[in-house]
């Protein structure tokens, strides 16, 4: 028997690579899901490719999956992979860059032929070439020998050529010392009742992956990474997608309302219309609208109704929807508006991240038309803020746009998944009383009263002209105009009066200040932690508000010597924070549709530094 | 869920209601003589006789002359952005289906900006009752051709004469998949009045066309139909189980010629039973009414097309009661389904 050893890591960062029809997203997710079991904290970041159906073996059909799991808090995916499952020679192409020097590359040989090379673009092979001598490579026949694990079974070698990703599943799991429990679960429950031949061959490919790992000779090391120190509670793996549905869901229950989701697919905001399609028994309606115009006006008309009104939409859509949303804001109704930021301008880059939608929630309309504006900072975080935005929309009678991205939608990490019983509530009180009833009265928040169809005596008219204070009747006159401008500005300000102490993270005062917002969070935290831990005076705050920013945020800034705005854009959130706040705030900024990478913040933070 | 939010009330007696009820303290905005304030008058006379409590009714609206209507109806109402009443009435009327959903548009609001909504809100037979003013021009924005002015039209915007090619409104609801399609003219006193009831009453989608006077940009476009001395030539009063006549003593009517082609006939002379006889729920025969336009054939006045199918609401509400076996019972529970793991 070959003698193995087992090393202890603190993380390791994993990428399944391979084409779009090699089941990497599959692949991942059960890694991801036995990697949860197993105790670690994680983080995870699909990559697809745009077209559906790139052509096979080229380098814009590559899919890929990256995990970081480690004993420790996990605040990303990890910056390069330690390890990399190459598929086929596009795989390969594509992903290398990023693999961590020394790192480990597991590739499938069999696609390593001539014609994958040349699509691929590579001259010679790098599995023969020596081009890859800076990294530990396994070449495995992982297509042969999962063929040869289920010649039994039957399947047609189509069929049976796609139990691969099964095999190199089982290759991952022996490398990493995680039992093959859950995923033979999964097989059993979820894959026998669709296929029961396919879910046979896959347990055997899977099992056969295993064992390789253990046999072969060219495997010498498996690793192990403890346990990490996770607070007690039932949790699951959420992607920010699926966050967001259940944040809305959460807060139907905690207001009571009916929910009403008009929408428009739009790549990468879909996801959230399937979660909730799902729920309409539990008081949810769905309506696939006609367009994006559609999927906000149907949702302002179930909020006129009496509705959890909400729209969700991709940058494209959100343009599409500007003036439906100063009518919601003019009419003074709660809706939500949801934004998965991609790549833009135009189509841009759908499937890519980015944060460049900043300025167009925050101005994106025509006339004083402010809108409280949120943003999410990981996938879990897109449930709290989902209820954040309802809780705002309901109690100021305001559209709120809740901006999280590409990165947060599909990427996920290990959520504990809260009792709605410890909630707090979000009060609503529909109007009923006819006597003395004034459509556009306050109340202490600035926001006016929500008077539904059906409550006798209330018939009223509302609608995008400007209204008269109190009455609500059509006024023309300037005087009126200007007050109105005057007082639907400042009921958004007043919500930051009900907001908490911005929490700073690392020093109270000193030399470089680091403000992010949105999906950047995680990458900014480790960067900034980075530096804390070489002992600079450095710190970091994560805005979720930003409109109305929050009230301390200003005697905050001017505390540091330097203030670093690292955006996946060209410098929006730093532009709002020098005009409003007078300082010189400096942006670190990237849009390659990629996240930031927390090796390439602490460098950021470390050059600020320089200047201080 | 807690439904306790949403307000305990009782609602209101609709016998009591009358025409009066229905009238707001705010003055039209209409030019003197604009068909809009007949229809007004036509609908506040109407709608007291439906038996709906008047805080069930909602009236929905774009952008235009036609669209202030709202205002001057004493129910709920929203004036709302140019073309997009169909799509905000879809939502109110899916989330509340007891209501009595009402559009109110022009025809700039449904078939330029608002075409899309209007064509969707059909399809999917939406429970609203749209009422289309159709002054073949563009009235607030101060006279410019509209989808349905005649081509050649000379307009401010069009001093050569319009080229476009109009839309058939009652064509496009009935391709649209409408299932109550109906026409009538602001002052036709019986007509109008009759089909408002009509439509109100129908369980889905109910298209009307109402041919409506501007006289300030459009003076005229429908006298041919509601001038008292030439109305008779020219409107085709539909009956359903009843054969196409018209004239002043009925005399005209309306048969197939061997090509399939209309052609208009002396009843006299070629026998009544070889009329077209109208049928509300014939498809086809409601698109080639439609197809009867002035000056060639007489202009149809009327329901083209009734027929039953289940609403949107109705078939939301299906899906609702067929989900209710399902095993996620509440959202705690939603929030917990999947895979997941506990951590002591
Ligand atoms: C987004 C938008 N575009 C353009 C306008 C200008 N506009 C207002 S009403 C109208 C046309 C209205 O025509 P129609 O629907 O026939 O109504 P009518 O005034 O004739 O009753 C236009 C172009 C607007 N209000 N909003
Ligand atoms: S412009 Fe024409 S449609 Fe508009 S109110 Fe005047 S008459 Fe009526
Ligand atoms: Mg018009």
Redesign the interface.
Known sequence: MLEKHTEVLESVAIRFAGDSGDGMQLTGTQFT?TT??A?NDLATFPDYPAEIRAPAGTLGGVSGFQLNLSSRDVFTPGDEPDVLVAMNPAALKVNLPDLKPGGILILNTEQFNDKNLERAGYKSNPVEDGSLAAYRVYPVDITGLTLKSIADVGLNQRAAVRCKNFFALGLAYWMFNRTLD?TIAWIEQTMAKKDALAAQANMKALKAGHAFGETAEIFTHSYVIPEAN????????ITGNEATA?GL??A??L????M?L?TYPITPATDILHHLS??????V?T?Q???E??GI???????????L?VTTTSGPGLALKS??MN?ALM?ETPLVIVNVQRGGPSTGLPTKTEQSDLLQALFGRNGESPIPVIAAKSPGDCFDCAIEAARIAITSMTPVLLLTDGYLANGSEPWR????TDLPRIP?H?H?EPNGFQPYSRDERGARPWA??????????????EKANLTG??AYDGGNHELMCRLRADKIRRIADDLPATEVHGNLDGDVLVVGWGGTYGAIRAGVDKVLRDGHRVAHVHLRNLNPLPNDLGAILHRFKRVLVPEINLGQLSRILRERYLIDAVGYNRLQGKPFKESEIARAVLAELERV | MTASVYPHVQPTDPALLTKKDFQTDQDPRWCPGCGDYSILAQVQRILPELGIPKEQIVFISGIGCSSRFPYYMNTFGMHSIHGRAPAIASGVKTLRPGLSVWVVTGDGDALAIGGNHFIHALRRNMDLKILMFNNRIYGLTKGQYSPTSEQGKKTKSSPAGAPDYPFNPISVALSAEATFVARAADIDAKGLPAVLERAAKHKGSAFIEIYQNCPIFNDGAHDYLTDRKTKADHELRLEHGKPLRFGPKLEKGVALDARMQPVVVDVAEYGEDRLLVHDEQNDSLAYFLSRLVHPAFPTPVGVFRCVERPSYDQLVEEQIDTARGRKVQSVQQALEAGETWTIT
């Open positions: 899901e949860a079991l105790g859950h996770i607070a007690p509670g039932k949790y699951k793996n259940m869901l959460a139907m229950q207001s009571g309302l009916e009403f008009g799902k729920y309409k028994h539990l008081g309606k309506f609208a006609e367009d115009i559609a006006c149907s949702a302002i008309g179930a909020s006129y109704a009496g509705g009104a003036e439906a009518l009419i998944i809260p009792q709605l609503v529909f009923t539904i169809p059906g409550t006798p005596g209330l018939e009223h008219r509302v609608g995008g002209l009747n059509v």
